[in-house]
């Protein structure tokens, strides 16, 4: 296979899409960028590394808003043969360092505005040879973006094996730092081949709005690859989605499939119940991220007359794997095996789980990751030769659907029984004061396992009074044993940038 570049930009000049508008921006300038546009600067991008002494194999770390430079700037690396690391954007000053440490860079890209949070790292980052800041002001030690693309003329994408380094992406964190993992050229079609084009169904005239952001692999998917993929449009928004604040970009720039994850889909529920709905051409919407809960698919579907594809993907498998589909979707289950896929389940011993039986989930397919960059023992753990396991506990039914059931270090047994606090959690914000909710083993005074739940009620509520009333709710729901024998009211969870919620936290301060 060529250069992945070769594929999803240069592809679409000889294909008649030049002067389609492949990104726009939905704030700020507002800019927008052609698919001849994009080849061109691309070109540009990986002339100015080669200028720069950026050599094929090193690496590049994209500390990026998702704004118009991502793009040039990741399939610019990609086309040099040099790989692009992009980053989340909302770390700590700490988690830069230790991945600069970790990823040993030679080049760093950075949005002005983000500059402050990874100053001090950069500066004193021992492995870098030139820092980019990209907008606003040249700080001194760094080449602004402009400067270093200058005068270059574009060039070719650089030959690649389809087994190729392409690009790493370093792990959410939900449940510690981050690891770095590396993903290989063919990847990346293998992604638009499945999911893409046979569950999304993603055409030429779609326009796609990600709130999930390009460093994410869910957002990388969303918002580059399975547009590009067929010379589609991505709305790119570098703010914080906000529940009005994305109902106004979906009424202003009238995408066709919105991408969202579980949190946010909770937030815009409430707000357009108490605000209404814009009228758009919507006719496709997916979350991932977090199983979306039950009660949440169908109270959108019952406002907007669309289905949320709800599915299961993750860093190391680069997008969605197992996922409800159109005219197949069953709110409450993650789904069954995107085309192209393997799953299955495997309990404690390594054996097949039954119909009915809880188990890890563990899946296979050409997306995989190449592994882990310095966690040798971790890749050991989690590559076992063409499966990768996933973490996540599940449960398959009669009719072929996996239910999630947890994540497998979150799962924990109460009187002998395995309890999911997904199957709790999704009980508790079916209740119309509840908003959000996440449950966490905490011994009693036996030393004995419980579910303790921790709750964000609606903003017009109080919790003086919901205890009892959410314990009886989630008894009558799903059953006596399984409601929190403690509930605390707060007024957030802690979630990784992507919207995952970090029950380990939850768990070390309980």
């Not at 006596?480 to 029950?503: C, H, N, S």
């Amino acid at each position: 296979m060529p250069n992945a570049a070769s594929y999803f930009v240069d592809r679409h000049l000889n294909e008649g899409r030049d002067e389609t508008v492949a990104f726009r921006e939905a704030a700020g300038d507002k800019r927008t960028l052609t698919y001849s546009d994009l080849a061109a600067e691309t070109g540009r991008v990986a002339a100015a590394l080669g200028r720069a002494g950026i050599k094929r194999e090193d690496r590049a770390l994209m500390l990026v808003l998702d704004q118009i430079e991502f793009p040039q700037i990741f399939w610019g690396c990609i086309k040099a043969g040099v790989i692009p690391v992009p980053l989340n954007t909302l770390l700590a000053g700490p988690v830069y360092e230790a991945i600069l440490n970790d990823a040993r860079p030679s080049c760093l890209f950075v949005s002005s505005k983000l500059w402050p949070v990874v100053q001090s790292a950069a500066l004193a980052c021992k492995h870098l040879d030139r820092i980019v800041v990209i907008g606003g002001d040249t700080p001194e030690g760094t080449q602004a973006f402009t400067d270093f693309i200058a005068d270059c003329d574009p060039v070719a994408a650089v030959s690649v094996s389809p087994d190729d380094t392409a690009f790493w992406l370093y792990s959410s964190g939900s449940t510690g730092l981050p690891k770095g993992v590396r993903h290989v050229h063919s990847a990346l079609k293998a992604t638009s081949d499945t999911y893409g084009a046979q569950v999304l169904q993603i055409g030429e005239t779609d326009v796609i709005f990600s709130v999930a952001k390009l460093f994410f692999a869910y957002g990388l998917g969303n918002g580059m690859t399975f547009p590009m993929s067929v010379g589609a449009t991505a709305i790119l928004f570098n703010g914080r989605p906000t529940p009005d604040g994305v109902t106004d970009i979906i009424a202003a720039e009238n995408p066709t499939i919105f991408c969202g994850v579980p949190t946010l889909y909770a937030a815009m529920v409430a707000h357009i119940e108490a605000n209404g709905k814009p009228d758009t051409t919507l006719r496709s919407c997916i979350s991932a991220g977090e199983a979306l809960p039950e009660d949440i698919g169908k109270r959108w579907h019952s406002l907007w007359g669309v289905d949320i594809l709800d599915g299961v993907g993750s860093t190391e498998m680069l997008h969605i794997f197992l996922s409800n589909a159109p005219g197949d979707v069953v709110y409450g289950t993650s789904g069954r095996a995107v085309p192209g896929y393997d799953v299955r389940l495997l309990d404690e011993t390594g054996k097949d789980v039954p119909v009915g039986g809880i188990g890890e989930l563990l899946v296979r397919g050409a997306s995989a990751a190449d592994g882990y960059w310095n966690q040798r023992n971790k890749s050991r753990a989690t590559f076992e030769g063409e499966w990768t396991r996933t973490g996540d506990k599940y449960e398959l039914t009669e009719e072929g659907r996996y239910i999630y059931c947890g994540r497998t270090d979150d799962m924990f047994k109460v009187s002998g029984i395995w309890l999911s606090p997904f199957e709790v959690e999704q009980a508790l914000v079916s209740h119309p004061s509840v908003l959000e909710a996440a449950v966490v083993a905490l011994r009693d005074a036996d030393g004995l396992e419980k579910p303790k739940a921790f709750v964000v009620l609606q903003a017009a509520d109080t919790g003086n009074d919901l205890t009892d009333e959410l314990k009886a709710y989630v008894k009558d729901k799903i059953g006596m044993w399984k409601y929190p024998r403690w509930i605390e009211f707060v007024d957030d969870l802690p979630k990784t940038a992507t919207g995952k919620i970090q029950r380990f936290k939850l768990r070390e301060n309980t």
